[in-house]
């Protein structure tokens, strides 16, 4: 039995590296010092980081990131919130379900597909190139993550607490905003992090519709990858992991806090 | 049906109503747009315009008349481009075999005489009225079939019958089945890693448990352009993998981890591990968990047990998490693009190309065609095990 424990643990162990090793190893690069991502690194600067919020392209592109991404989540959050609510049902009518699948469906279709389809359907609308296509095409695959989270919480709603505000002579829109909304809450703040992370990760769709002035700072990462590399992606990295890890630790103690209010 | 019933399900369709429209406006739209884009060829329309009108009200049956060929004559001394005019004899030819030789015939006649010319008398086949008829055919109705299937790596010859493309112009099967090939080894990579993992963190419980989920999640959080960059960091020549192995002895020569199949591999079950990790542990958690004690108190073997009970019941969370990874992978477009070289590139780079590169948007639509087909069968496969589940108590 104990050979079983030791290949449990070395199996563990040399997974959890694989899985998370490759995410360490890149943050040290983001202080280095030369031109070059290698180890060992010669000294330690934080001219790279200069470098990504000084430099035109690179601050550009975190402003357009910024912009892009607030766009992306007020209408994504309005737009999956107020879906969500029509879909809270429990047992759906088979037309609720088909459009619930509809509603998840941009997830599944390859980046790719929808790009092309978009810059053909865009160009005819004079949609390229500007910031509302954009914004339109990072809320359509945002817009599933936000349905999925405000679901998750709507559906574990006790129904009997609307029904007593209703009775207690609410009308429907205040029993909306003065009891499901705040219960609604947890789930609507996790999907519009959800939709803010998924337009600023967005590139595929981002290369087919934006034009160069909204080059977004997940678009401006891929072509120095792909043209010359440069250490401000490992500090471009660096923001972006040590961002994921507080989002997480926030949403975590959100949720904690909110479990133990109820 | 009562009232109350009737007043919910209303308001129901009222609350999805503007993400339904603004899903149908911005996504199903575009993807309609992609499929045309894959079956429409206005060329000879475009190219022909005076001709489409002068067809237009022929009967289709009489013998050509005076102002149709005028019209032709006049359209073809207008195409500037001997690409344009390729597209056409090419879309003609489709219609009706015989037009490759008697349009560049035809051309070459009307650009020589300065005025009409007779038709008739430069090649008989003007009389016959069938290839009036294809160029009516082909001027009013602007769906082909070419691009679907050049996809598919087949044309059609000129006797109109649907053949292989010749082996050196043949490129898009061997990219599919590159695809393939690569998603299924990603896909097996990711089980052969992933089902042990997922049992490893079924099995124990409390932080350990915390720990091996929170190293599953934070990749899943982590920017996929981020994972990807970090990758690209230490598969270099010179990177942390290579100078590692170097210092320790192992290696003289760098290992040529990127630009090749190997990093793609490598970058794209990293990717996907945590799509596998999780479905098969919801599962696993589901079992209950005196099974494993029952099977061994009746006096099976603990590998028997693990054979006979607790693998056939995880396979559930397997298939499912294998027909994410996979149905993902095929679509992969960003990894590949990075840490792929020329030869590790999937079918979504080839459609990037003719859409962005070339502006074939035909082509694009095409080879989109069938990925969007692969992509949905296998995701309705996919809701159809789920939902079995749900059924199942």
Not at chain 2, 283 to 302: C, D, F, Q, T, Y
Request: proline residues 5%; contains cysteine; charged residues 10%.
């Amino acid at each position: 039995m104990n050979v079983l424990r030791v290949a449990k643990i070395v199996f563990g162990g040399a997974t959890i590296f694989f899985l998370v090793a490759p995410l360490i190893a890149i943050l040290p690069l983001a202080f280095t010092d030369s031109v070059f991502l290698n180890y060992p690194i010669p000294r330690y600067s934080t001219r790279w980081f200069v470098e990504l919020f000084t430099a035109g392209v690179w601050q550009r592109s975190i402003v357009n990131s910024l912009v892009i991404g607030s766009g992306t989540t007020v209408l994504a959050t309005v737009l999956g919130t107020v879906g969500a609510l029509g879909l809270r049902d429990r047992q759906l009518s088979p037309v609720l379900a088909i459009i619930k699948t509809i509603f998840l469906l941009p997830m599944v279709v390859p980046a790719v597909v929808l790009g092309v389809g978009m810059q053909l359907m865009f160009a005819r609308y004079g949609l390229t190139n500007t910031y509302l296509g954009v914004i339109i095409a990072h809320t359509v695959v945002a817009v599933p993550f936000v349905v999925v989270n405000v679901l998750a919480v709507i559906q574990g709603i006790d129904r009997r607490l609307e029904q007593a505000a209703a009775s207690l002579g609410a009308a429907p829109i205040t029993v909306l905003r003065q009891v499901t909304l705040p219960l609604a809450l947890p789930g609507i703040i996790s999907g519009a992090v959800f939709a803010f992370a998924t337009s600023l990760d967005e590139v595929v769709l981002t290369l087919f519709v934006a034009g160069p002035n909204q080059r977004t700072l997940a678009r401006q990462m891929f072509s120095t990858i792909r043209e010359n590399i440069s250490p401000a992606i490992a500090a471009a990295a660096f923001v972006f992991i040590v961002g994921t890890i507080l989002i997480a630790i926030v949403l975590n103690l959100s949720r904690r806090t909110k479990a133990t209010a109820v | 049906m009562n009232r109350s019933e009737l007043n919910k399900r209303l308001v129901s369709l009222m609350l999805v109503g503007p993400l339904f429209l603004f899903l149908v406006l911005f996504f199903a739209v575009p993807l309609v747009s992609m499929m045309k884009s894959a079956v429409s060829d206005p060329v000879a329309a475009e190219v022909l315009p005076a001709t489409a009108r002068a067809v237009s009200g022929w009967d289709r049956s009489s013998p050509p008349s005076d102002e149709m060929k005028a019209a032709l004559v006049a359209d073809l001394r207008q195409i500037g481009e001997d690409q344009l005019f390729g597209d056409l004899v090419r879309r003609l030819n489709s219609a009706k075999s015989g037009f490759r030789t008697l349009m560049p015939k035809t051309r070459a006649a009307a650009l020589e005489a300065g005025g009409n010319i007779d038709l008739v008398a430069l090649d008989r086949r003007w009389a016959d009225p069938s290839y009036w008829q294809a160029v009516t055919v082909a001027t009013s109705s602007t769906i082909t079939d070419r691009n679907l299937l050049a996809a598919v790596d087949l044309q059609r010859d000129a006797s109109n019958t649907i053949v292989a493309l010749p082996p050196d112009a043949s490129a898009n099967k061997a990219i599919m089945i590159r695809t393939f090939v690569m998603s299924l080894t990603v896909t097996l990579a990711c089980v052969l890693i992933g089902l042990p993992f997922a049992m490893i963190t079924a099995s124990v419980d409390g932080w350990k448990r915390q720990l091996l989920l929170g190293a599953v999640l934070l990749p899943l959080w982590t920017s996929l352009l981020v994972r990807t960059a970090a990758w690209f960091i230490l598969l270099q020549d010179r990177g942390p993998i290579n100078s590692m192995l170097t210092y320790l002895g192992i290696i003289s020569a760098p290992l040529p981890l990127i630009f090749n199949r190997t990093g793609v591999i490598i970058a794209m079950t990293h990717v996907l591990l945590p799509f596998m990790v999780l479905p098969i542990f919801s599962v696993l958690i589901g079992i209950p968990k005196n099974l494993m004690p029952a099977a061994a108190s009746l006096g099976a073997h603990p590998v028997r047990a693990f054979l006979s009970v607790l693998l056939p019941l995880s396979l559930r969370g397997v298939v499912s998490g294998a027909l994410l990874v996979f149905m993902s992978a095929l679509g992969y477009y960003i990894t590949p693009a990075l840490i792929g070289g020329a030869k590790d590139q999937m079918i979504s780079s080839v459609i990037a190309y003719y859409a962005t590169g070339a502006a074939n948007w035909g082509m694009a639509g095409a080879l989109g065609l069938v990925l969007l087909a692969a992509t949905m069968i296998l995701y309705a496969i996919y809701l159809r095990l789920s939902s079995d589940r749900e059924a199942r108590p």
